[in-house]
């Protein structure tokens, strides 16, 4: 069953996800352009920002000349994403759907960017779902988010639920199981945004369609 408890939909948890620390958010974003450099700028001018939050990463994207488009199950964030892209003068705009169930062509974007969502996902027929819908309505490149199964802080999360029994809401993913659930959508791993999988949690991969259209 998907899990929708972390949806920004209400105007308070939203508004706090503004709020992240700048060091933290430098360093995401950091992240994310040296993703986006791997790619052919030639062959990627359309990219779906999904989901956008509060638009961060979709106003990131405006900046770098990318056309932009922004989904966003939360009405919350995306009126919040809206305001942030019409204050900087883009005429992007960002709608609220589901990323399960997209209301987008085959191969409509020339990438997709899923950051910060796989990780809310247990259960592998959800990932399984959310992926294959990435991979839908991206006709060359998916560049995804993914909490390491090796971190220390997933180490620590697993030892404190086996002790406690506390759930785990930040669930990890070996890179091993990520390229085999895109491998079923026809994508292949491209590249890697270069951490280590043992000091840091969140890494990102590129994925790339294995025929491009």
């Known amino acids: 069953m998907q899990n929708y408890e972390r949806v920004k939909s209400d105007p308070v948890s939203a508004q706090l996800y503004t709020q992240r620390k700048p060091r933290k958010h430098q360093f995401e974003m950091q992240m994310v352009s040296e993703a986006f450099q791997m790619l052919p700028a030639t062959e990627v001018k359309t990219v779906l920002d ?11 994207l405006a900046q770098k000349g990318v056309n932009v488009t922004a989904v966003d199950l939360g009405e919350s964030a995306v009126q919040l994403t809206n305001a942030l892209l019409r204050d900087q003068k883009f005429k992007e705009t960002a709608e609220s759907q589901d990323i399960f169930n997209m209301r987008f062509e085959d191969g409509e974007f020339d ?31 998916v560049v995804i988010s993914y909490f ?53 949690s969140l890494q990102l991969a590129v994925f790339e369609r294995r025929s491009k259209t």
């Open 50 to 60: 999904a989901p956008c939050g509060v638009g961060r990463l979709s106003l990131w």
């Open 148 to 200: 390491s199964s090796y971190s220390v802080t997933s180490l620590r999360r697993r030892l404190r639920k086996a002790v406690t029994g506390r759930e785990v809401k930040q669930n990890p993913i070996s890179l091993s199981q990520l390229k085999d659930l895109f491998a079923a959508n026809e994508f292949r791993l491209f590249g890697t945004v270069k951490r280590s999988g043992f000091l840091h």
């Open 111 to 141: 990438a997709s960017v899923c950051f910060r969502l796989l990780h809310h996902f247990q259960d592998s027929s959800d990932q399984q779902a959310l992926i294959a819908e990435l991979c839908r309505v991206s006709s060359q490149y």
